[in-house]
């Protein structure tokens, strides 16, 4: 999702030509030693706070499924999940009706006597718990579930605690809140296949609703819509987080095939590929989308002349089309109908072996300040193949829709308010598009772990927006957001669950901006070229699977070469700041005694740049480990000239809030 004040940007030159920290001199003993050699973020003392992984990711690194080195193990296993809907949408009512079939395939060693489905729409039912407001619609209505073709009772409601997962109990289905639990005939063997068939319906939540919803009643954009299987995962078994409506997503992978039935007339885009678009479109049209690809320009599948000529879609003969859409290994399937947008396509480039890509936008053309999010969008896309990993599905869509979709993201689909203009336009396709690989292709636990999906991407779109405007990027430290929360004491942990918050203000910095500004300060301290081939390697490691917490700090911590727990500890799991100050400095013969105080909670090297009187300087780093046991550090720091001042972060890489006292400047005489 993104976040509603606007993304900063992060110059590269900045880091390009910052002198990096050393990380491969060896342990040295930084209490007494002069520390001025760059020892970089090896601590030589013992972390005596390190960081504790849950029992059940110990569990999985003792059972070969991760490794200790962040990787998945030898015996990494997931559950994959297959989709099959029919589901029509009467745009006056804004009724939608679907069914379903459902194949899971029990790719897990556990044997599953229950299965967990998401009812995300009881969200909007009256009495559901919610962690925001909402309009209530009365949520989704459940018709037939059936497994393996036979029909399921509906159990009388429990409340939802761990006793229903346990011992064996008859079978059905309880509902509650936005979950149900299906207690099977028979239960799933390793290996094994169950289908579950499912009937229901929902009318849409029109304003007031969230992440999804429609604009009246002409574009409907369809998320969080159909009973979703909960992941089953190998750190901590069966999931069965609640919908609440802060929190976003954990989904496993799986190929759906949706057919969407809507008026004659109007427009159909989503998760996956067109696969019949004989049957719906014009012949010109069916030829401009195949051929857009290939294109670096912006052509229409369907035009705002079309639109007016009634020509959007062919006639049908009972007033309805049937859109099939396919998609092969994704982890959700969200959609837009329109029945005023035109359609903008493109293609990009990727380097993806399966060669370029369809880019797609459509929107309603009285709002035509939407336009350039075609190429907003091929520029993300393309930009992000670059930096992370080359984009492996076929097409990448943004959708105007209605101002309670915000900009939110699915697969290759994202839903965007049509309140979005020029860059603040971009800045949401951006961040949205890069939500395509993280959490789409490398799948996190969304929920629990918002700054994964959030962080990276806010991390991501910083780049992509300096790339895309060549202006810098906003420094670590220097988003107000960050600032805000800080002053006003509403920090939260950035390994903070997104419904469990005590200040949303501070959880949103925590999931978003701050885990962005920590990934350029450890960019900075790691080095550029290390740290973005950690980034393509942990993305492609993790590609279409569910990396933990744990793996992404293990891989972190190899590419430094360093333990990083010092790092993770008071900026991950704790709320520190950082406010280093240059207290004194005596300049000596071929030296000089700096002293430098540690004001805040936080521990992070000092990068000191010294300056002479012939205009030359270099830059001195003291390692994190300098502050075992002090708040005060005084060292020798050797000079080669006159010394006339020295900064403390001169650049600008470390989230320092209070840079007044960060300079020292020798006095005239
Ligand atoms: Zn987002």
Redesign the pocket.
């Known amino acids: ?3 509603r004040n606007m993304v900063g940007v992060w110059s590269r030159s900045i880091i390009a030509l910052a002198i990096v920290v050393a990380t491969t001199a060896p342990n040295a003993v930084a209490q007494d030693a002069n520390p001025a050699d760059g020892e970089g973020l090896v601590v030589d003392y013992p972390v005596f706070n390190p960081v504790q992984p849950p029992s059940g990711y110990v569990a999985a690194l003792d059972q070969g499924t991760r490794r200790a080195d962040g990787r998945p193990g030898a015996d990494y296993w997931q559950q994959w999940v297959d989709y099959d809907i029919d589901v029509k949408i009467e745009p006056e009512s804004a009724l939608v009706t679907a069914s379903e079939t459902i194949t899971i395939r029990n790719d897990t060693p556990h044997e599953r006597p229950v299965i967990v489905l998401h009812l995300y729409q009881n969200v909007f039912a009256e009495g559901s718990p919610r962690g925001r407001s909402t309009t209530i619609t009365g949520g989704m209505t459940l018709g037939r579930v059936a497994v393996g073709g036979v029909d399921l009772e509906e159990l009388p409601p429990r409340r939802f605690f761990g006793q229903q997962q346990r011992g064996p109990q008859e079978p059905g289905f309880r509902v509650n809140g936005t979950l149900a639990v299906i207690s099977l005939p028979e239960p799933l063997a390793p290996g094994g296949l169950v289908e579950l068939d499912v009937d229901w319906s929902f009318v849409v939540a029109g304003s007031g609703g969230f992440r999804m919803g429609h604009l009246n009643n002409e574009i409907f954009q369809l998320a969080q819509w159909y009973p979703q299987v909960a992941v089953f995962d190998d750190v901590f078994g069966q999931d069965q987080s609640p919908y609440l409506g802060s929190g976003e997503f954990y989904t496993d992978y799986g190929d759906f095939t949706v057919n969407v039935t809507v008026p004659e007339g109007w427009l159909v885009v989503g998760t996956g590929m067109l696969t019949n678009p004989g049957d719906v479109l014009h012949p010109e049209a069916v030829q401009t989308l195949a051929s857009a690809p290939a294109l670096d320009t912006v052509v229409k599948v369907v035009s705002v002349e079309d639109r007016e000529a009634g020509n959007a879609t062919l006639p049908s003969a009972d007033g309805w089309h049937t859109w099939t859409l396919e998609a092969e290994m994704v982890r959700d399937f969200a959609f837009a109908a329109g029945g005023t947008y035109v359609w903008h396509v493109t293609g990009a480039e990727t380097g993806h072996e399966q060669g370029r890509v369809l880019i797609q936008n459509v929107f309603d053309p009285r709002m035509d300040h939407w336009a350039p999010a075609t190429e907003y969008a091929k520029h993300a896309i393309e930009f992000f193949s670059d930096l992370i990993l080359p984009y492996p599905y076929p097409q990448a869509t943004a959708a105007m829709g209605p101002p309670e979709v915000s ?1 939110m ?1 699915y697969p290759m689909i994202t839903f965007i308010t049509h309140q979005a203009a020029d860059r603040g336009l971009n800045g949401v396709v951006t ?2 598009l890069s ?1 395509f690989w993280m959490p789409m292709i490398v799948g996190t636990k969304e929920m629990a772990y918002p700054w994964m ?2 962080g990276l ?1 806010t991390y991501n779109t910083s780049l992509a927006m300096a790339d895309y405007y060549e202006t810098p990027v906003t420094r670590p430290g220097d988003d107000r957001g960050y600032q805000m929360v800080v002053q006003m004491e509403m920090q939260e942990p950035i390994m903070g669950h997104a419904d469990y918050a005590e200040h949303m203000f501070g959880q949103n910095v925590s999931a ?1 901006s701050k885990p962005g500004m920590m990934l350029h300060t450890l960019r900075h301290m790691v080095g550029q070229e290390k740290f973005d081939a950690f980034y393509k390697d942990y993305a492609a490691t993790w590609a279409f699977k569910h990396p933990m917490p744990w793996d992404f700090f293990a891989m972190m911590s190899e590419t430094a070469g360093a333990d990083l727990d010092w790092f993770w500890q008071p900026w991950f799991f704790g709320t520190a700041t950082l406010d280093q100050a240059v207290d004194q400095v005596v300049p000596g013969s071929g030296s000089a005694e700096v002293t430098v105080s540690n004001l805040s909670s936080g521990v992070m090297p000092v990068e000191m740049t010294l300056e002479y009187a012939d205009g030359s300087s270099e830059t001195v780093v003291w390692p994190p480990s300098v502050w075992a046991g002090t708040r005060t550090k005084t060292a020798t720091v050797p000079t080669s000239g006159d010394l006339t001042k020295i900064t403390i972060d001169a650049d600008g890489n470390y989230p320092d809030l209070d840079r007044t006292n960060n300079e020292w400047e020798a006095v005239e005489g």
Do not use: L
Request: aromatic share 8%; charged share 40%; net charge negative.
């Open positions: 999702m993104g976040r900009g993201e961040h949205e939500h999906d959030e991407t978003y």
